[in-house]
Each structure stands twice: as structure tokens, then as C-alpha cells.
T-cell receptor
Framework: NAGVMQNPRHLVRRRGQEARLRCSPM?????VYWYRQLPEEGLKFMVY????????ESGMPKERFSAEFPKEGPSILRIQQVVRGDSAAYFC??????????????FGEGSRLTVL | DAKTTQPPSMDCAEGRAANLPCNHS???????VYWYRQIHSQGPQYIIH???NNETNEMASLIITEDRKSSTLILPHATLRDTAVYYC????????????FGTGTSLTVIP
């Protein structure tokens, strides 16, 4: 049973370009979470999605960031017009249960974005 | 965000038990305590979770005080591969059922 798959593992963008990070949850998981980790800091919650729905985006920056989890295909975190401050590791996690459950999160290995 | 307090760093001799403390004095009755670890910028790894009773699995033991205001994660025989940042997380309806990670404890296992 494959774990949470994230790609690309490493992404380099110039300021002003767009970054797209993809996350395929574990088989049978319909709940996806995105976290950001700045260098030397802890993980910060960004957004929680179920299939075709954003459930909680309280941690998402108001501008330039968006996330989706379509009925088919992976979840995508999109960052438009990237700036140097967006350089970070972005982790995706999935869970078989949502907010009402007590199941743990399973994390991917992360996508490391570097903005030049 | 995070409702927990952990020491920023700890050392432990290889082969000895590592005891990592966590304070969560404002925990509510329906909130669980979870522990994760992150080895050298890899994705966080689930270790264990509990509500009131002590828990044990193949990785670790979780001891929760009777008043639930603090807990201790115990790695019974620490190895060099246990060197990591350990996060204590309180999760429940009061936190929107989200996992909020603090800064954790950086555990270094010394040969």
C-alpha cells in the first residue's frame, strides 16, 4: 500500500512564476491536509480538503495561494506569483477519517520549493 | 495554535530510555494527545496517541497524568535513528480537530 505521494520533491521557481505541488493521498483516504514548514521552524497548518470541498482554509494566506482536491486526481496546492518568502517545504498528509475521527495523519515526504 | 509546551532540546544516551515531557494544561475533556516525530526534514511520522489511559505500541509508550495536564513520551531503548524533532499535539473539537504542530523537542541520541 503506497504511502502519501508528493511531487515534485524539489521545485525551483523565479519570482513571479507559478508553483504547483501535487499530492496523492493513501489509497482509501479522502481527507487531505497541507502544511508549510519554513526553514528552522515547525509545521504550520494551511488547508484541509475532502474530495471536491475545502473544509478549513484558515491557515492559507489570503492571496496567491489556492488548493483543490478534485473528484479524480491528486490534490494540488497552487502558489501564484511566488516570492522568496514562499521558499519552504510543503507537506501533504492524508487521513481515512475527517475532523470527527481520531485517526492519525499520514504524511508525504514533502515538496521543497526554492524561489530565486 | 499549539496548546502544548515542550523543552526545545534534549539529549539521551544510546540504549537508555528517552523521556520527553509535554505540558498541555488547558486540554479539554474530549481532546486527544498525539505524538509525531520528524527525522531530518522528512515527513512527520506518527508515533502514538491517547486520551486518558496510558498507551503502548511497538514504538513508544505514552504516559498521561491523571489530571491530563501533562504527558510523557517514552522511547524505551533509544537508538541513533531516534534522533529527531518530537512534536506533542493536542487535538479535538476545541482546535477544530486540526493537528497544530508547535516547535517540538529536538532529541539527540548520543553514542
Amino acid at each position: 500500500n503506497a504511502g502519501v505521494m508528493q511531487n515534485p520533491r524539489h521545485l525551483v521557481r523565479r519570482r513571479g512564476q507559478e508553483a504547483r505541488l501535487r499530492c496523492s493521498p493513501m489509497k482509501g483516504h479522502s481527507h487531505v491536509y497541507w502544511y508549510r514548514q519554513l526553514p528552522e521552524e515547525g509545521l504550520k497548518f494551511m488547508v484541509y480538503l475532502q474530495k471536491e470541498n475545502i473544509i478549513d482554509e484558515s491557515g492559507m494566506p489570503k492571496e496567491r495561494f489556492s488548493a483543490e482536491f478534485p473528484k479524480e486526481g491528486p490534490s494540488i496546492l497552487r502558489i501564484q506569483q511566488v516570492v522568496r518568502g514562499d521558499s519552504a517545504a510543503y507537506f501533504c498528509a492524508s487521513s481515512p477519517t475527517g475532523q470527527g475521527g481520531v485517526g492519525e495523519l499520514f504524511f508525504g515526504e514533502g515538496s521543497r520549493l526554492t524561489v530565486l | 495554535d499549539a496548546k502544548t509546551t515542550q523543552p526545545p532540546s534534549m539529549d539521551c544516551a544510546e540504549g537508555r530510555a528517552a523521556n520527553l515531557p509535554c505540558n498541555h494544561s488547558t486540554i479539554s475533556g474530549n481532546e486527544y494527545v498525539y505524538w509525531y516525530r520528524q527525522i531530518h526534514s522528512q515527513g512527520p511520522q506518527y508515533i502514538i496517541h491517547g486520551l486518558k489511559n496510558n498507551e503502548t505500541n511497538e514504538m513508544a509508550s505514552l504516559i498521561i497524568t491523571e489530571d491530563r495536564k501533562s504527558s510523557t513520551l517514552i522511547l524505551p531503548h533509544a537508538t541513533l535513528r531516534d534522533t529527531a524533532v518530537y512534536y506533542c499535539i493536542v487535538r479535538g473539537s476545541n482546535t477544530g480537530n486540526q493537528f497544530y504542530f508547535g516547535t517540538g523537542t529536538s532529541l539527540t541520541v548520543i553514542p
